[in-house]
């Protein structure tokens, strides 16, 4: 396992001997189902799931940043009656994704070249997604989610807790390098508020030795009532720079 350590605003990002999301992409086609099966619902996930619930209107539009196979997070949501749309790195997980949970709209595409109209949706939810993007796209893909989101939409989001950069060989005992990029949980809380939304909720999240920072985080309610409630009966349309609105990559 490589490291490279990474602390304060003035992140070094250095990249290993390829491309960072190639690693992250090539890591998640190769090992998609060793990584999550079909019906798997992960620790934690379900409390999540039904806390973000519990926030939504009836039928949000619901995006799911990093969403690998569908499963627990799109299978749940949209099952709850939500138009979902997620995005994910990973070819294979987009298409297993189709195939697990046909009622949503599943893209395959960098979440950080992605762009939804303003105030178009009413929660996005990243689950250790952000830790496997550039350091320097992390802040400007917050600022991005502030913008998509309605007034009072959500953010619910896994984070680092401690700041790290590196890459580990054989992941998961896979043939695949898998790697990631983090900030410590102050300089996302930094982050978050800087996009314009308002932290609720911070919790920490224990796995292994470590651990990330969960954070609920909320668009704050300045339009008028009759405002926040409009709804688009087509939903957002995702484009990014190297595709046409709702294409495909």
Partial sequence: MSLISATGWGYSLLVMDADAAGLVRSAYNALSRHYRSDDATPRNYGRWVADLRDRLPERSQVLDIGCGCGVPVARDLAAAGHQVTGVDISDVQIERARQLVPSATFIRADATEISFPPASLDAVV?????????????????????????????????????????????????????????????TYRTWIHHAGMEITDQQFVPEGDGGHALFWARQPATSSPGESETRSKEGPRASSQHSQPGTIN
């Fill in 126 to 186: 990243c689950l250790y997604a952000l830790i496997h993007m550039p350091l320097d796209r992390q802040p400007r893909l917050l600022h991005e989610i502030a913008r998509w989101l309605r007034p009072g939409g959500w953010l619910l989001a896994i984070t680092g807790q401690d700041a790290w950069t590196g890459s580990e060989d054989n992941w998961l005992g896979g043939p695949a390098t898998m790697w990631w990029s983090q900030a410590d949980a102050g």
